[in-house]
């Protein structure tokens, strides 16, 4: 039986790319300065100084080699061991920095041109767009109208949103448009209805995702948004593994926001959970039913969205802490057959300045029953990663990615 899981760590970049200048992010490195700051007491945490970042599991899987690999020295406070697993580190060759171009990428279909974005000014959308989306959506007006942190941007709004039912309109450096409301007093249903209009509107701009963000709360300081996001994603451009998979007879199951990211294409099942606990449980459930020629693709988006948007270093180190100590339950279920792949979709320094995404490499942490304790080296592309995975499932090559199952077999 061949089956395969994808552990996708959103946001944990392992060191900046060479073309990260040209985004901004030069020196980024999320996984490196995470673990220097947790060594060097620069965090506090309720008035203690913690210390090095305890992350066994994923040092014995050969993160800890694979950063080292990708930044050119050891990460800060962390044991050196023998990896116990298959370890490297890829290189993006899509466009841009964002989620999309992460995951499809991955799954063997990178985004070579570029996305549309919307400039950071305020006004930041065209009169066009916003008028169009007043019109059709039916809406009295919009608030926001420029780039902002999404937990911010509710503290400034969310007062004269619940009075005058104008919904809060932002975006960032990533090529999307951000829709928060209030899920009681705007409502979802109302809030899903805007972004699908706004999904339509968008294109004209090749935006790559409208985002719906609700939150609860009736004053600032106790505003809060809630685990309702979806993301309306333009499809990928050609079939990736997951559709490979799913045409082929196999079955997709996708955990938290995977589905969305890829507009529910290939997609046989989508299993929907908040918070990086929750998505383990439902990551070791879908395995515990998973047959042969399965895929399970997690997303464990707190990395992300709680916490390298958030700059938020201590809680960053802590969620990697808490993912570390439930990976024995994943390790000891695994059969014969199981191939575990851990990775990133690009980088979210949460040292680093301002808020959005970073232009890093990844890391590619290979394990299972059959996988042997090799260096991968240098990934010219994280396409590698799932011409490996439709390798080991028996599919019919990708377009783009050379597979490396065989090393992992050595």
């Known amino acids: 039986m061949r089956r395969a899981i994808v552990l996708m760590l959103d946001s944990l970049g392992i060191g900046a790319s060479a073309d990260a ?141 619940i009075r005058t039912g104008k919904p809060i309109c932002y975006s960032s450096a990533d090529s999307v448009f ?23 509107l968008v294109d004209a701009w090749n935006i790559g995702r409208v985002i719906a963000r609700p939150f609860a709360g009736d004053v600032p300081g106790e505003f809060i948004r809630t685990p309702d996001r979806r993301d309306y994603t333009t499809p990928p451009p050609s079939p990736t593994l997951l559709d490979q998979l799913k045409d082929f007879g196999g079955e997709v199951i996708t955990v938290g926001k995977v589905s969305d990211i890829f507009a529910g294409q290939g997609v046989s099942r989508s299993v929907k959970a908040s918070g990086n606990m929750a998505l383990f449980d439902a990551t070791v459930d879908a395995l515990h039913e998973a047959g042969d020629r399965s895929l399970i693709f997690t997303n464990f988006v707190d990395f992300d969205m709680l916490y390298g948007h958030r700059r938020d270093v201590a809680g960053y180190a802590g969620a990697l802490e808490a993912l570390d100590k439930r990976l024995p339950e994943l390790l000891d279920i695994l059969i014969p057959g199981d191939l575990v792949i851990a990775t990133a979709d690009h980088g979210c320094d949460p040292t680093a300045p301002g808020h959005d995404h970073t232009r890093e490499h990844v890391p590619v942490l290979a394990f299972g029953p059959d996988v042997a304790p090799v260096a991968l080296g240098r990934r010219t592309s994280f396409a590698d990663m799932g011409q490996t995975l439709a390798d080991h499932l028996g599919l019919t090559p990708l377009s783009f990615g050379k597979s490396f199952l065989a090393d992992l077999m050595a």
């Not at 951000?178 to 339509?200: K, P």
Request: glycine content about 12%; aromatic content about 8%.
């Open 178 to 200: 951000q829709i928060a409301a209030h899920e009681t007093h705007f409502g979802l249903e109302q809030l899903y209805a805007v972004c699908q209009v706004a999904r339509e």
């Open 21 to 161: 200048s040209r985004f901004g992010d030069t020196g980024a490195d999320t996984f490196g300065h995470i673990a220097e700051s947790c060594a060097d007491g620069a965090i506090d945490v309720d008035g203690r100084v913690r210390g090095a970042l305890e992350i066994p599991q994923l040092c014995n899987l050969g993160l800890a080699h694979a950063a080292a690999e990708s930044r050119g020295a050891w990460p800060m406070g962390l044991p050196r061991v023998n990896p116990k697993g298959a370890w490297g580190y890829a290189v993006e060759t899509s466009a841009g920095k964002d989620t999309p171009s992460g995951h499809w990428e991955m799954a063997g279909v990178p985004v070579l041109t570029d996305w549309g974005y919307f400039a950071d000014t305020v006004p930041c959308f065209p009169v066009e767009l916003t008028k169009a989306l007043i019109s059709r959506a039916q809406l009295t007006g919009l608030l926001g109208n420029c780039h902002a942190s999404g937990t911010a941007i509710i503290e400034e709004w969310g007062e004269e949103h």
